[in-house]
């Protein structure tokens, strides 16, 4: 295996790293409440309905994506505005745990609109919200 920053052969037997690690402030951790019987049953409903709508492709000669959340999680964060970290931190680990409930579909589909969603690294803070236009005293 060939280490991209190096060009040379990496010894760690770890998956290899494809762009360089972004130095980020630490993340606080969040508790997410567990799932409540009626919103478990609303997800089953929702999800019935959706495999409706979109059947799974069903293929036997079809490709298999294997989803390593840890570094789904890392991926996205590091592609997220630092100043919407925390909004984004709560909807991946919210996606995380609908997961478990959903299709492969859905949860693939999910995270794309994640991906569509969040302001990237290079979009400006807006001012609402910031202090910046409030008169001071």
């Given amino acids: 295996m060939i280490s991209p920053k190096t060009n040379s052969p990496s010894t760690d ?3 290899p790293e494809f762009y360089p690690r972004r130095s980020r402030p630490t993340i606080r951790p969040l508790d997410v409440p567990p799932l409540r019987a009626p919103q478990v049953r609303q997800i089953t409903e929702e999800q019935k309905v959706f495999e409706e709508a979109f059947p799974p492709i069903r293929s036997s000669t079809s490709d298999i994506l294997v989803l390593n959340w840890d ?10 505005a630092p100043w919407d970290l925390d909004n984004a931190v709560f909807r991946i680990r919210e996606a995380r745990r609908m997961a478990a409930l959903e299709s492969p579909e859905k949860t693939f589909r999910w995270l794309l609109v994640l991906a569509q969603s ?16 409030l008169p001071m005293p």
């Fill in 13 to 15: 037997p770890a998956l």
């Fill in 71 to 80: 570094e789904i999680e890392r991926q996205y964060l590091d592609l997220v």
């Fill in 118 to 133: 969040c302001p990237g690294l290079d979009a400006e803070e807006p001012s609402s919200g910031t202090g910046k236009y």
